[in-house]
C-alpha cells in the first residue's frame, strides 16, 4: 500500500497474491516485521486478520518484547482479499505480466549511477514508462525446480521462470550469486491419521496483526487446530541411502540454515528425531503442508518416507515436494532506501536481496514502494534505523553485512529489542510514516494519535497514585511486596508485579485509574509500559550512541577506489561495495576497523571544507 499513496497514480505489473510456500504469516521475529509493516499501512497484516485459521502467540513464557505474533492462513481466501484489496485500491492501474527488461537513459547528475530507469519491456514486448521500477521476483530470477536427479526451468511449480531480467541486471553489472530453498510435499487431509498426534490449538481469544483489526474475521472455536509429528530411524535411512539421487543436496549452492531441508537436518544432526507440524491451508482445504518436511527426493521415494511417520503410515502424496535455485543479487549494491547504487530509481525487495520469508519480504516491499514514490517527487528518502525497527535491522544487516544464505528475521538480531516490540510499533513509525513519507492514512494516523495520547495520560496516572508498602499491602493483600520496602511505591510500580493487571488496579484505586481499565488494549499496553519501564531508561542511553553515529552523513559522491585517506585497499573496496550513508553503518561493515574509521572521519571533513570552499569560489567567479 505504500505505492498507493503521495505521490499521484502509479501503474504496477503484478502477479496474483499467491503464497507461494507455507500457508501461514509470522512467527518470533517476523511477527514484529508484521506488526511494522502494518504500522506503515502495508497490507498483509489486515489480511491475515481476513484470512487466517489458526491465531497463535509464539514465546508467551518470555516477556512481552520477544512475542511471536502467528498465524495459519487460508491460502484462497488471503489470495481472494488480497486481490480484492489492490483492486479497489485508488491512485492505481494493475496489469498483469512478466517484465523481460528495462529501460534506460542517461544518469542524473546529482545522484551516483551509472544509468537511470525509466521502465519496463514485458513479455509481450509492450513498454512501461515509469519514474521508479521496483523489482520483487522471488525466486523466479532464472528459477529451476529439482526433484530427485531432475531439474527444470520454473520459480515455482507450474510457472515459468524469469530469464530475460537476470540476463539485463548482469549486463548492467550487478553482482549475483545463487541461493537455494524447498518446499515440503502436499498431503491429502483425509489420509492422516490425526488421532495418534498431538494436538495444538489456537489461541482464544486471537491477536490480531493489525492496529486498525479490532477482532479476527473467524470466531475463535472455529479456528482450525495443527498437529506435530516426528520423523524416524527409517526416515534417516531411506534419505542416506539415497543421496546419490538427489542433485539438489549435493549442490553447492547454499540453503536456508534455519529452514533447512528434512535432507540437511539428517545429515547435520544425524541420530535424532525431527519434528513435524502438519498445517490446514484452509477451512475447505483437503491438502495438509508438513512443516519441517522440505525435501527433494524423487517423488516415489517421498512416498516411502512419509510411510515411516506417525500419523502418515496411510498418507497420500498430492504434490512432491521440490528444491528451488534462483538468482539473488548482492544486497550491499543497494542503499538503505533500497535504491541500487548501479541504476538509478531501480529498487530492489525480497528475495532478490537474498532473504527468505513473506515477512521480511513484506518489510522490503512497503519500503521500497514508500522510497519509489519519494524518489519520483524529489523527496529525502524515509529510512528506518536500527534502533527505530526490525525493518531498519534487517535493511542495516542486508547492505552493510550481505548474506550469502538466505536471510531469515530473529529477535536476536537487534540490539534494542526491548524497545522494539510488536506491541509499540505504531508508536514508533506510524507518525513518521504520516508526516514524512505520507505512506500513512488519517484513519491510521488518529488512531495511533489517540492511543499515544491515551497511553500518555494513562502513564502519568498511575506514577501520581503513591502509596507506602504496607498500604498497598492492605490494597492488594494477594501481591508479595517486601515488607522491607520503605520507600513509597507508585501505581506503576505494583503494575510490574505478575498477576497484577489494571483492572485489579482500578479495583484497589478507581479514581483515577478505572477508566484506563475499560479498554483491553490500552490495559495491557500500559501493563507492558511498567514492565520494561526501567530497562528502556538503561538502554535509551545506548540507543542515543547509535544515533549519533548514523547522524554523521557520509557525501553520496565519494570515490572510495581511489581516496586519499590512508585507507588499504581491502577497507576501501568494502566501503565502495557498500556506500554506507553513514559513519554508524561504515563502522558494522565486517573489516572496517576503529582506525578506518577515524581516518574516514578525518577526510570526509576535509573533503566537506574543500567542497564548500569550491563552491564559494565558483559563485564569487560567477559575480565577477
Not at 518470555?62 to 505474533?69: C, E, M, N, Q, Y
Not at 498418507?315 to 538468482?327: L, M, T
Not at 522490503?364 to 534502533?387: C, D, E, H, W, Y
Not at 500500559?526 to 538503561?538: T, V
Amino acid at each position: 500500500s505504500g505505492l498507493a499513496y503521495g505521490a499521484g497514480s502509479k501503474e504496477i505489473v503484478f502477479s496474483s497474491g499467491q503464497m507461494s510456500c507455507n500457508p501461514s504469516f509470522g512467527g518470533i521475529g517476523k511477527g514484529h516485521l508484521m506488526r511494522e509493516v502494518d504500522a506503515l499501512d502495508g497490507l498483509c497484516a489486515q489480511i491475515c486478520d481476513k484470512s487466517g485459521i489458526h491465531y497463535k502467540v509464539l514465546n508467551r513464557c518470555k516477556g512481552p518484547a520477544v512475542w511471536g505474533l502467528r498465524a495459519q492462513i487460508d491460502r484462497k481466501l488471503y489470495k481472494k482479499e488480497m486481490q480484492k484489496e489492490i483492486l479497489s485500491t485508488p491512485n492505481l492501474t494493475v496489469r498483469e505480466g512478466s517484465v523481460e527488461d528495462l529501460l534506460t537513459t542517461e544518469p542524473e547528475q546529482q545522484h551516483s549511477g551509472k544509468c537511470r530507469v525509466t521502465g519496463v519491456i514485458l513479455g509481450d514486448g509492450s513498454k512501461l514508462h515509469c519514474g521508479s521500477v521496483v523489482l520483487t521476483n522471488g525466486t523466479f530470477l532464472r528459477g529451476t525446480i529439482g526433484i530427485g536427479l531432475k531439474s527444470f526451468p520454473a520459480g515455482r511449480l507450474g510457472d515459468q521462470p524469469s530469464i530475460g531480467l537476470a540476463h539485463t541486471l548482469e549486463n548492467l553489472g550487478f553482482a549475483l550469486g545463487r541461493l537455494k530453498t524447498g518446499t515440503p510435499p502436499r498431503i491429502a487431509k483425509d489420509s492422516v491419521n490425526f488421532s495418534v498426534l498431538q494436538k495444538s490449538t489456537a489461541d482464544i481469544p486471537p491477536v490480531p496483526f493489525s492496529f486498525l483489526t479490532d477482532s479476527v474475521w473467524i470466531q475463535p472455536e472455529e479456528q482450525l487446530p495443527c498437529h506435530l509429528t516426528y520423523t524416524s530411524p527409517k526416515v534417516e535411512q531411506i534419505i542416506k541411502e539415497n543421496l546419490h539421487l538427489n542433485s539438489h543436496v549435493r549442490e553447492t549452492t547454499q540453503g536456508p540454515r534455519y529452514c533447512p531441508s528434512i535432507e540437511s537436518k539428517v545429515l547435520r544432526f544425524p541420530n535424532r528425531t525431527h519434528q513435524l507440524w502438519l498445517e490446514p491451508e484452509g477451512l475447505d482445504s483437503d491438502v495438509i503442508y508438513p512443516q519441517g518436511l522440505s525435501v527433494t527426493l524423487p517423488a516415489e521415494l517421498q512416498d516411502q518416507l512419509i510411510k515411516h511417520i506417525r500419523g502418515l503410515e496411510n498418507a497420500k502424496i498430492i504434490q512432491p515436494g521440490y528444491g528451488v535455485q534462483y538468482d539473488y543479487m548482492d544486497p550491499r549494491q543497494i542503499s538503505p532506501s533500497l535504491e541500487t547504487h548501479l541504476v538509478q530509481r531501480l529498487f530492489f525487495a525480497g528475495q532478490i536481496n537474498g532473504t527468505t520469508g513473506y515477512e521480511e519480504a513484506a518489510a522490503q516491499g512497503v519500503m521500497a514502494g514508500i522510497n519509489a514514490g519519494l524518489r519520483v517527487s524529489g523527496k529525502a528518502p524515509f529510512i528506518v534505523s536500527r534502533t527505530e525497527g526490525y525493518i531498519g535491522v534487517l535493511i542495516d544487516d542486508l547492505t552493510t553485512l550481505g548474506t550469502n544464505e538466505p536471510y531469515r528475521m530473529f529477535t536476536s538480531r537487534a540490539e534494542f529489542r526491548l524497545s522494539l516490540r510488536p506491541d509499540n510499533a505504531d508508536y514508533r513509525l506510524t507518525f513518521r510514516g504520516y508526516e514524512e513519507a505520507g505512506c500513512v492514512t488519517q484513519r491510521r494516523y488518529t488512531q495511533a494519535l489517540e492511543m499515544k495520547n491515551s497511553l500518555d495520560e494513562g502513564l502519568a496516572a498511575l506514577k501520581s497514585v503513591q502509596f507506602s508498602a504496607t498500604k498497598w499491602m492492605q490494597r492488594l493483600p494477594t501481591v508479595p511486596i517486601s515488607i522491607k520496602k520503605t520507600s513509597i511505591l507508585s501505581a506503576l510500580d505494583m503494575l510490574r508485579y505478575q498477576g497484577i493487571d489494571m483492572e485489579k488496579l482500578a479495583q484497589a484505586i478507581p479514581d483515577p485509574l478505572l477508566k484506563f481499565s475499560k479498554c483491553k488494549e490500552l490495559a495491557e499496553r500500559l501493563k507492558i509500559e511498567a514492565i520494561y519501564e526501567l530497562c528502556m531508561a538503561s538502554q535509551q542511553h545506548e540507543m542515543k550512541e547509535v544515533q549519533q553515529d548514523e547522524a554523521l552523513c557520509l557525501p553520496e559522491d565519494i570515490d572510495y577506489r581511489n581516496i586519499d585517506a590512508g585507507l588499504c585497499l581491502e577497507v576501501r573496496e568494502k566501503l565502495a561495495l557498500s556506500r554506507p550513508l553513514t559513519i554508524g553503518a561504515a563502522s558494522r561493515i565486517p573489516g572496517i576497523t576503529p582506525s578506518a574509521i577515524v581516518n574516514l572521519l578525518r577526510f570526509v571533513k576535509n573533503y566537506k571544507q574543500e567542497k564548500e570552499s569550491s563552491l564559494e569560489t565558483e559563485c564569487i567567479l560567477k559575480n565577477t
